[in-house]
Structures are given as structure tokens and as C-alpha cells.
């Protein structure tokens, strides 16, 4: 809930930009950057949330080391769920970041992105295969 609001607040800074007076070239000036920076907060949160869910799988693949044939099933729905949290606040992040307009910015977070979404990818299929194997 706490990240749902925190990017709700950073978006809330994109909108503010957007409301600034346009009226003369020092403002529209002004207006663009904030705008800009708001991006990228609005796209800073999610890709913090998708960071959050990523760590999930670290507990999803505790349980299943268990072993506990009553929390295998679990591991595996949690890993599942955790693997869509991470995609889909990396989504959010890619729909912010071309707004930002700031190559430098967008490549960090690209190649974040991408190495964030494999190794999800990988630690969730790894966590599936150890669920399917236990019975």
C-alpha cells in the first residue's frame, strides 16, 4: 500500500509541473524541468517497487527450501506473484521514463530494467522447476 501511495505522490509531482504558469520563456523553461524531474520520480517508485517484489522471490525460493511438501504449492503461487509485481512495476517505470528526456537517465534504468527482469525470470523458473520436482 505504502508504494501504491508513494507513486501516487510522485506522479502528483508531474501533474504539479504541468499546472505552473507557461506565460513567458523563463517559466516554460522552469516548467519543462519540473515536469522532467517529475518523470523520474514517477518512474524512480516503481522501479523501487519492482526491486521490493524481486526480493520476494529471496523468500518464495526460503520456503521452498524447506522442502514442506504443505508450503510448496505457496512458494510457487508466491513466486509467480512476485515475478508479475516485478514486470508490471517494470512497465510503469518504461512508460515514464521517455518523458523524462534524459538519454543518460533512460539507459541507466533500461539496463537496471533488464538485468532486474531476467534474474527475476531465472530465480522464479528455478523456484517452478524445485515446486514440480517435489511432486
Known amino acids: 500500500m505504502r508504494a501504491v501511495d508513494e507513486d ?3 506522479f502528483n509531482e508531474v501533474i504539479a509541473g504541468i499546472r505552473m504558469p507557461k506565460d513567458t520563456p ?30 520476494v522471490l529471496d523468500l518464495c ?26 514486470q ?11 518523458n523524462t528526456k534524459d538519454e543518460a537517465f533512460i ?3 533500461e539496463e537496471s530494467l533488464d538485468d532486474l527482469l531476467s534474474g527475476s525470470r531465472e530465480r522464479c523458473e528455478a523456484i517452478q522447476r524445485q515446486v514440480e520436482n517435489s511432486y
Request: proline share 3%.
Open 8 to 10: 501516487t505522490e510522485a
Open 61 to 86: 525460493q526460503a520456503a521452498a527450501d524447506i522442502g514442506n511438501q504443505a508450503v510448496m504449492s505457496d512458494a510457487g503461487v508466491g513466486a509467480l506473484m512476485a515475478l508479475a509485481g516485478v
Open 26 to 55: 523563463e517559466q516554460i523553461a522552469l516548467r519543462s524541468k519540473v515536469i522532467r524531474e517529475g518523470y523520474k520520480a514517477a518512474a524512480r517508485v516503481p522501479f523501487n517497487t519492482a526491486q521490493l517484489c524481486s526480493e
Open 107 to 109: 539507459a541507466g534504468m
Open 88 to 98: 508490471g512495476a517494470i512497465h510503469n517505470v518504461r512508460i515514464n521514463l521517455p
